[in-house]
């Protein structure tokens, strides 16, 4: 179930060597998607602890955080010092053979090395670099520390988050927007590597987390710029463009149910559902509009029915008449759920050294003829920094051995 | 910078008074300016300037789920074709917040951008041959209908790729095209639930609620399958081959969470709201400050927490035997947050910004719309496209993201009036005569 059957020389990215030495998910996401489709990722780490991603989150006994195993699955990891000059040789090295580099040093940090893009570039012309930083290359707050947690508040998610006048709560996760900057990331390498396939130039991505986060706000701006509204906190309920679409407590305690009509084809079949069509009549809520000037009346009608049913029941009606609603599912609901499991959303990966099946998420986006793959979760720090010094870069045993004494690896 | 028409103009965002940060960023902005003047365009040959240019899209979505995939490619200068039904249009044109154009709300016109606008009824039978036409001449389809829907009007995936056997179709539904609940209706704001966002969003205990933005998983969904897209674009490349990309909503928000799956499957943990903070750090929240606005800190690692406990004025906080060591902070989690909670709730935020800042903490304020527009960082680096249409005035939106150096992409139009391309389309590239496009208009089918 790990791998899929599919020969890794036919898979759509095979043949790309990607370099990531960046840290933590941002940019190693974009690396990590360009590994699942057939992309050689050498995931670049300092020896002293490597990625600190190693140590976010949940402990395996084999002392690697799920969410390494989970993120850094496919890659290679080769330990590089980049702190001495031998470590920059040899990525420079690395850098003439490879066609995509993701960073995610503060900016200036890889010039301060001699790294900066004009060196990289003239090694090797063509090469694509992925530049993540919390506030992008450029700007007055380029060279401030940035945090997903920091760019969902900058780019003003966080504020939306939360019971209205309440205090801002965490928008689901707390990493959305460094996934959001890979995939972003992602889109831009691919995009390079096109261009660099008609033209044979590379170039580099600049991306920002905040930029990333603001980019998925709908009419925010708009509606700031041309009416100054500005957007409060939802709480449970969205009403600025749709009604009823909120989350509404079932009879069952804790349990909770997403309803959303965004249409008023939808309401009518909600209010078929509720045994109440009469409410989609046009003079009672039958078109948006109506329903939007009514929330309060609209949402207590729906809160009172979902009150009365336990969720179950609520759903099949729902999904009985076509109405668009879905539960407010646990992390424990989703395990037991058919659609993940038909889906195959989970995949459960048996890692000898761990000595149990990790469970994690499976490859997104699907592809009919090249389906994407998991090879092997995260790998252990420096698993593959003989191997590939040896077979990329020709380098001897000695040499090697030497390396490792001066800690160069 | 552009001032005139052809019907669109785009300047920079930002007054003039606010000088680029640094010469690079100006170098941007300037290629920036210039790939959103029409007029420029034109002269320095944009066919071959941006990667996606001689591709063709053909964009029969709805809302934002898909069809913002189709964005993205126009950004980087493919054609997109959005087909829409000839009366009522995609729904998109009336959610949210109207604009004095009567077909557009602010949401379209931003989100529509780029796009052509070409009407075809595909409940008629004719409608569904012109289709097949313009999927015989294009690179790629997305569509979001119900799984199901498009093989009803005769235009399943043996039909198409009949038409076109390189044809890349993403297509994006609230649960995918196969499983038990493919027929279900979704909607990102039921994905979020689905998936587990909303569970996890609020305070313990209390009510869940809204993730940020309702329409997230509408835009997660749009990069996955813009990822998928190009991918299968290098796969046709190299064999001729198109393919389908299959994307449920729920799937695509359900891949954002870290650890979660991992953490239940091995050691059954099923991670609650977590109000303002994280399980993975203290402290990493949301903070009050005393002209009640809020910040948003997060020390990751032991040693941000060291600078900040000495921008605090309380380095003693970061020894070893007390807070040092992050495993201590999340034992006391609430008794470090309340000696954060004091120190922020003792300040201003300018005040608190300015600390935090020089102690190299990460900080953020929790920006409303109000304080973005506001904000240099926001200017200097172009996030806030300036376009002025005629009969609308400044429409102000989200600039282009992600932003590459040698290729950047362009806004060249708002979201088009309804069936603005449709003439166009149809007789230069299926070459219909304008008698028979006339007979189609007659007939509604355009």
Redo the contacts between chains.
Sequence with gaps: MSTSDSDEACLPLAGIRVIDAATVIAAPYSASILGEFGADVLKVENPKGGDPMRHFGTATRRKDTLAWLSEARNKRSVTLDLHLPEGVDLFKQLIAKADVLCENFRPGTLEKWGLGWDVLHEINPGLIMLRVTGYGQSGPYRDRPGFARVAHAVGGIAFLSGMPRGTPVTPGSTTLGDYLTGLYGCIGILMALRHRQRTGQGQYIDAALYESVFRCTDELAPAYGMFGQVRERHGPTHNDFACPHGHFPTKDDGKWVAISCVTDKLFERLAIAMGRPELAAPHVYGDQKTRLENRHDVNEIVRDWCGSLHREELLNRCFAAGAPAGPLNSIADIFGDRQFHSRRNLLAIDEPDIGETVIVPSVLPRLSKTPGRIKHLGPRLGEHTEEVLGDLLGLGADEIAALRAKRVI | MATVSPRHSASPAGPASVP???S??AD?RAVRDNAADPAEQESVGEGESL??SGLRVIDVGT??AGPYAAS?LGE?GAEILKVEHPVAGD?MR????A?KRHDA???W???GRNKKSVTLDLRQREGVELFLKLVAKSDVLIENFRPGTMEEWGLGWEVLQKANPGLVMLRVSG??Q????RR????????????????????PGE??????????GD??SS??????I??????R??TG????????I???V??????????????G????????????AVP???F?TVDDK?????C??DK?FERFAAVMGQPALAAADRYGPQRQRLAARDEVNRLVIAWVGSLTREEVMRRC?DG???????????D??KD???Q??G??A?LKEEGL??????GV???????PGRIANLGPPLGNATYEILRELLGLSAQEIKRLRQHKII
């Design positions: 680029p940060a640094d690079q960023s941007q990667p996606m809302f934002l993205i980087f729904p009336r959610f949210g917040t604009s709300t602010l949401a016109l931003s989100e649960y995918g196969t499983g038990p609940y279900r209706s979704g909607f990102a704001h039921i994905a979020h639930g689905f998936a587990g966002l909303s569970y996890l969003a609020g305070f009510t869940p609620v809204v993730p940020g933005t309702a329409p997230l835009y997660l990069l996955y399958g813009a990822i998928g190009l991918i299968a674009l290098r796969h490349e190299a081959e198109g393919q389908i990309i299959d994307i449920g729920y799937e695509a359900f891949r954002q969470m870290d650890e979660i799956a991992a953490a239940y499957g091995l050691f943990k099923v991670r609650e709201r977590e109000g303002a903070g994280s399980f993975v990493h929240g949301h009050r809020w910040v948003a800190i997060a990751t690692t941000m800042i190299e903490v990460p900080v953020g304020k929790v920006n409303s719309i109000a973005i527009f240099a960082h926001f200097a680096r996030n806030l300036r005035g400044e429409v102000v939106i989200p993201v992600p932003t590459l150096s040698a290729t």
